[in-house]
């Protein structure tokens, strides 16, 4: 990769430059076409390149100022998912075989089949806006490349390496973010950079980065990665909780709760001090968010009780969709976002039962090999394993509140992390093939 690094080197100098003599000429979409090209290159070059600097903008990085709901992200995604396609017609690439391949397909034809249905019923349109249902399409075949793409790109130990500290750095940039957007907003709930979606998704997201960094420090053995770890999820916890976002602080419990319990029982206890520290430690405005949780306090932005505003929206929208279509649902994005707080509800009026069983056979198959991935492997990808874990857990149960599994960015870090782990049970099986290999031939000489 060394000769690869210094030809994108050069060439993104070389954009560097032109880009500063040709912004205001041409304007910042010709200037962002240009870099999309030199990342294309890379892309050709070697898949990596252009990936590790997807994981930051992913993470760091508004949405875009134009007509079309379109993230730096895509940007950089759409040369690489060609380069990559590219390469898989030539035969250069595999699609690799995961666990998680049928119901990832599963679920891309469901929701195929949800927009060609809601766009025949007339209650969900086509057009490529904000939150259509072919944004929402598009976006789940977009996670579904980046998915198999990492798998594809990480080819040894080193590479995986990389890439979990790159995805750490994110975090706690993400985590800074935060604490800086936090002091200057005069006690205003943090909402990230813009593209985000607000304060809710914004606190899931980093439910899925506390789970990552919190088990590579629970698996790390080195004093040095663990104190880097522990440096890392401050911020991201400070920026957490002043997100003010409940169904966030359920589902970090629900993250920790899982990671605890599958990584040592010893540390149950801990955990329970730490939780009940946490009222004495944590600001007022904080602990009287949390406590609403329990009380049912009305928000305060718009002065509803969430419970009763969940359970009017589930006793209108069940009847209908099971009367209506129940097998297949009303189409994707066939209610405006937001109006169903509830991640199986909104599944089930989108998809049908259906769908909803296909996205539950997703999150099973993930719970399942993640939790396999954990008992198998070493080292830093046992705590990717075990943050894979504890995020579909927390996920899983903020979903109960919310619709992680439809937000942008939270799908994105999630299946970054998800190929991951795929990417280290790969190069584990690789090591073993390997091993077998010496032993053969050791035997036979």
Known sequence: MKRANAIVAIVGTALALLAGLAAQSIGVIAVAGLIGLGLAAAAFIDLRITLLAIVPAMVLLPELPLALPLRTEDLLLAPLAAAWLTRLALGLESLPR??????????????????LWGAYRGTAGISPVLYSATFFLLKTVEVTLMYFIVISAIRSERDLRLFTYVFCAAAAALGVW????????????ITGPAGHGG?????????????????L????????????MLLASAPVVYSLLFTFSRQSYVGAAAAIAAMVWVRSRRLII????????????????VEERAESIVTNAPDPLTGTQPYATRMNALRERLPEVLYESPLVGLGLAALPPGFLDNQYLLTLYYTGIIGLVVFMWLLWSALRTSYSAYGSLEGESRGLALAWLAATVGLAVAGLAGSPFVAVRV????????ALVIAALHLAAKRRAAGVEREVEEGST
């Open 178 to 189: 935060g604490m800086f957007e936090h002091s200057a907003g005069a006690g205003d709930a």
């Open 98 to 115: 995961t666990p998680l391949n049928r119901p990832l397909f599963a679920v891309v034809i469901v929701e195929l089949a949800a927009v």
């Open 199 to 215: 304060y809710s998704l914004l606190g899931l997201t980093f439910v899925v980065l506390l789970a990552v960094l919190a088990s």
């Open 270 to 285: 801990p955990a329970l001090l730490l939780a009940l520290a946490l009222p004495v430690v944590a600001p007022e405005v």
């Open 217 to 228: 420090f629970l698996t790390q053995r080195s004093r040095l990665p663990r104190t880097l």
């Open 411 to 418: 799908r994105q870090v999630y299946w970054l992390l998800a």
